[in-house]
């Protein structure tokens, strides 16, 4: 059936998802409400049908006491086959999904607001890191008590307190504030607490991953106080030097309320120098260098079929398409977002379809069909080295970089592809008829849909399928939904005021090397 569909897929593609790329270097992406305005009657019908099926899994997901989602459920949607933990990034998805539910009319007025009234009530009194205001990584969805051990293997956890994931929890927050003004006073007295500088290291403009409140005693952390807080706390070994991943939602935030420098949006790589000491990476980029607020700045892109892309870390949708769920990035920065992210998306496209052969594509972290969690993306759309892997084989590329080291010659074939549905979600604003056709073909050739919509994740050689549903997942699912239903609901709740004055000057200086060959 893959080969089959790569023929009939590919035809669609080159009908429908090159429409939304720039017709050149210099272009400019076709507007979001023109996207929005040519989504047929039939695919709304199909939407809504899918975030009904998707908000039944968060339903299932969440403690009814608490209102804290879990972090995972089985396929049944079986409450007994919780996981037993949640996290901050899974109860700010819990908090936007229950307002997509409410303006797509899903569930009424009242009981979102009840919903959303009984988990910022729980939030409020979570153990938290007070002098930075920031939340620890696991909790018990069922009391809400901090977890010192995991409930699926008993091991211990070193309580940490994540940039990203606190992110993700603050934007939960503001869009719940804008979204029900009645719990705005308790929705914004959990998020004005919460200083995203604590996280920034002004000596290398650039945001740690997080910190430990207690010494974990391992070698790589690094004891520090950024913000005043009083006492040191320890630092990971690593800041997040990438910028077109997931943790930038972390420093937009922290850049809009004032804590973090504007000059920290040019302090990430858009890609590493083009030198030989960064040969490890990827492979050579192409650009330029220029300075941004007395910042320099190299303007990188990596080459990719015919194409010149801003890169990810690791390769993976998520780590791109996350963020622009809530801030209209492409907007604010036309000629640097605008053309990255249909670039990103036709990328992936281009390996599942043309380079590995699937016939389905959407590469991002996602639960492992064989078991477990695991990354997954395209290895050459990635700025590390090794990179992510689109296969449970993990078959990787090995591409030279020119006049520093040679490479290896490239795959002649692929394995057990694995697709996430989240990733073709994330790629609906910039390829609609194609992650349309996408998620329509997942669905009809697997057993990939359950009870709770999409389950998260398919081997699409094998047909093994990840029969579970994951907060995370689900919550970018909703979003995505919200944004086509509600009329880009979950940006219009997010990005107006502090952060569109802030962060949407900084976008517009900027003009990535990207385009086409």
């Known amino acids: 059936m893959s080969r089959i569909r790569t023929t009939i897929a590919t035809a669609a593609v080159a009908a429908l998802a090159f429409t939304a790329l720039p017709a050149s270097a210099t272009g400019a992406t076709a507007a979001p409400e023109a996207a929005a305005q040519s989504t047929s009657a ?47 990034t899974n109860i700010g998805a819990y908090l936007w999904s229950t307002v997509v539910a409410r303006d797509t009319g899903l569930i009424g007025r009242t009981e979102a607001r009840e919903r959303l009234a009984t988990t910022l009530h729980t ?55 804008r ?28 945001i740690r991953g997080g910190f430990w409140d207690v010494d974990p005693q391992e070698t790589a952390p ?50 590493f120098p083009d030198t030989c000491d960064w040969s490890w990476t990827e492979t050579r980029p192409v650009g330029q260098w220029a300075e941004h607020l007395g910042v320099p700045v190299f303007e990188g892109a990596l080459p990719y079929r015919g194409m010149r892309v801003v890169p990810t870390w690791g390769g993976s949708m998520f780590e791109a398409l996350m963020v622009p769920l809530f801030v209209p990035e492409e907007t604010w920065g036309p000629r640097s977002w605008g053309r990255n992210h249909p670039l990103y998306v036709q990328g992936q496209i281009e390996h599942g379809l043309r380079e590995a052969d699937y016939g389905y594509w959407g590469f991002s972290p996602s639960n492992n069909p064989a078991g477990g969690y695991r990354e997954y993306g395209v290895d050459q759309l ?41 990733a073709s979600f994330l790629a609906l604003r910039y390829a609609h008829g194609a992650a349309m056709t996408n998620l329509r073909n997942i669905a009809t050739d ?3 849909y359950g009870p709770g919509g999409f389950y998260d994740a398919v081997a699409v050689r094998s047909g093994q399928v990840s029969q ?50």
Not at 155 to 162: A, E, Q, T, V
Request: glycine share 10%; hydrophobic share 35%.
């Open 123 to 177: 939030v409020a009194g979570l153990e938290k890191h007070e002098p930075s205001g920031m939340f620890y990584n696991w909790y018990d969805p069922a009391t809400g008590d901090k977890l010192l051990t995991f409930p699926t293997s008993g091991d211990r956890i070193k309580p940490f307190l994540s940039s990203v994931d606190n992110g993700w929890l603050a934007t939960g927050l503001l869009l719940t504030a």
């Open 446 to 448: 697997f057993d990939a």
């Open 468 to 517: 579970r549903y994951l907060s995370l997942d689900q919550g970018m699912i909703m979003a995505a939904l919200g944004n086509e239903l509600a009329d880009d609901a979950m940006r219009r709740y997010v990005a107006p005021g502090a952060l569109e004055r802030e962060v949407r000057p900084l976008m517009a200086m900027e003009t990535f090397a990207v385009g086409r060959d």
């Open 222 to 271: 690094v004891a520090g106080d950024y913000c005043e807080m009083g006492a040191d706390v320890w630092y990971t070994g690593h800041h997040y030097g990438a910028f077109n991943t997931e943790p930038r939602i972390a420093s937009y935030l922290g850049i809009a309320e004032g804590q973090i420098p504007a000059e920290h949006y040019f302090g990430t790589y858009r890609t």
């Open 42 to 88: 039939q695919d709304r019908r199909q939407l809504r049908t899918w975030a009904a099926d998707t908000w039944r899994s968060f339903e299932a997901l969440v403690d009814e006491e608490t209102g804290l989602p879990d972090d995972n459920i089985g396929g049944d949607l079986d409450p007994a086959s919780r996981g037993g933990y949640t996290s901050p």
């Open 179 to 206: 979204a029900e003004p009645s719990l705005a006073r308790a929705a914004d007295a959990v998020r004005e607490d919460m200083d995203f500088g604590c996280y920034y290291d002004p000596a290398q403009n650039q």
């Open 382 to 422: 990635g700025m590390d080295g090794p990179g992510y892997t689109s296969d449970q084989e993990r078959t990787t590329v090995d591409q030279p970089y020119e006049g520093c080291r040679e490479g290896s010659p490239a795959p002649t074939e692929y394995g057990d592809g694995v697709v996430t549905p989240h």
